[in-house]
């Protein structure tokens, strides 16, 4: 590439809820590029639209398909003599499509750059007042399709758990069929596991904890048994989960006073 071209390729999060999330730095980047793409496959922002977003930026965005974004020619040929922007929902490089399509571009000679904002796997503990030091791996949910069952979500619940930590249970997102996993539906995954593996890890008994609409002005942030949050209704989705390790009691406290725990089930939890 010719080292005088301008092209290059900048990835910005759009953090967590609507367009008011962008941060001063990102909208700067966006009122000085040439062309601006989005995808929404990998997170999706709740409570917004694209033409919220294009009347923010004062500037259209094009929406890519996964398949465009696996691909990417067309991004990357424009990016080799454009200013191309791609926003992303939450923070850029949480998802390892974008870490490959970073790798892709500066393998072409195209320079990159990072504009950061707020993520969902820093968002929920804060939310909850739980210590994000304290959490494992983070695990993701899917849809069951015909003989498609992973369990995979549930192995890392375990691993966490006979370590102490907690863990974080991302809720699928299918974006293109208008499909997003609810906390409720999740659990129910969760004890179809549970039941398929028997290591008693989950049930009716345990104390979880759902996170919803995390960023915008109210979000819903619960904490309580399976059984009861299984019946609560959280609103239109995006959801989350968290599934506690060992609790330090202000945690336990935190847990009571943020998210709603019972002090019976909190004092059950401090006796273990």
Same mark, same amino acid.
């Given at each position: 590439m010719n080292s005088m071209s301008k092209g290059r390729l900048t990835f910005i999060g759009l953090g967590l809820y609507d367009e008011n999330d962008i941060t001063l730095k990102g909208l700067h980047e966006l009122q000085q590029c040439d062309v601006v793409y989005a995808e929404?496959?990998?997170?999706?922002?709740?409570?917004t639209t694209q033409q919220k977003i294009e009347k923010t930026i004062g500037k259209p965005v094009e929406i890519l398909s996964r398949e465009q974004i696996e691909n990417a020619?067309?991004?990357?040929?424009?990016?080799?003599?454009?200013?191309?922007?791609?926003?992303?929902?939450?923070?850029?490089?949480?998802a390892t499509t974008h870490v490959d399509l970073r790798l892709r571009a500066m393998e072409r000679g195209i320079p990159?750059?990072?504009?950061?904002?707020?993520?969902?796997?820093?968002?929920?503990?804060?939310?909850?007042g739980l210590q994000n030091y304290k959490f494992g791996r983070t695990a993701t949910l899917a849809y069951p399709e015909? $003989?498609?069952?992973?369990?995979?979500?549930?192995?890392?619940?375990?691993?966490?758990?006979?370590?102490?930590?907690?863990?974080?249970?991302?809720?699928?997102?299918q974006n293109d069929r208008g499909r997003f996993m609810t906390a409720n539906e999740g659990l129910d995954l969760l004890l179809r596991m549970e039941q398929q593996i028997g290591n008693h890890i989950i049930d009716e008994t345990s104390v979880v904890c759902v996170v919803a609409h995390a960023g915008s002005l109210?979000?819903?942030v619960a904490s309580d048994t399976v059984a009861r949050l299984r019946k609560k209704d959280f609103g239109p989705p995006l959801h989350t989960l968290v599934i506690p390790g060992n609790?330090?009691?202000?945690?336990?406290?935190a847990l009571v006073v943020f998210a709603?725990?019972?002090? $019976?089930?909190?004092q059950k939890l401090q006796k273990l």
């Open positions: 929404f496959y990998t997170s999706k922002l709740s409570g020619a067309v991004l990357l040929d424009r990016a080799e003599s454009e200013h191309v922007v791609l926003l992303v929902g939450g923070d850029p490089m949480m990159t750059s990072l504009i950061h904002n707020s993520s969902i796997v820093t968002a929920a503990p804060g939310l909850l015909k $003989e498609y069952f992973p369990t995979s979500p549930y192995e890392i619940i375990k691993e966490n758990r006979s370590l102490g930590l907690h863990t974080l249970v991302l809720l699928d997102i109210h979000p819903i609790l330090h009691f202000m945690e336990l406290q709603g725990l019972p002090e $019976e089930t909190a």
